[in-house]
């Protein structure tokens, strides 16, 4: 349908054309979405793999996880934020996770 010059969409049309643009958004934004889940998973990895051997890679990685900065993009609040997870409970479920695996080493020595 034509107003003055002006292209009228129907109700089908709109939401065809929002679908398009919403899944055009999205599209972009994986890349996006992907380097922080990269970024959030590398440090998890260094984390616990690290646990038992300490060292650098778990210091840098357990500073980055349990420290309190929010000022930086990537800094790990951030990226939860983002992600739509609560650093929180990523940070809880990690020291549960801790504790379990050192009552595991201390049992595995007695």
Do not use: P
């Not at 969409?9 to 065809?16: C, G, I, N, R, V």
């Not at 929002?18 to 260094?46: F, G, M, P, T």
């Not at 420290?67 to 020291?95: H, K, P, W, Y």
């Amino acid at each position: 349908m034509k107003l003055d010059g002006l292209q009228l969409l129907s109700a089908d049309e709109t939401l065809a054309a929002a679908h398009n643009y919403a899944a055009s958004y999205w599209r972009q934004c994986e890349a996006e979405r992907n380097l922080l889940i990269a970024v959030l998973k590398d440090a998890i990895l260094d984390y616990k793999s690290n646990l038992v051997v300490g060292g650098a890679r778990f210091n840098d990685a357990e500073r980055w996880i349990f420290g309190e900065d929010t000022d930086r993009l990537f800094a790990f609040e951030t990226i939860c934020a983002m992600l739509g997870l609560s650093a929180q409970r990523v940070r809880a479920d990690l020291a549960d996770w801790q504790r379990l695996m050192e009552e595991n080493l201390e049992g595995a020595q007695s």
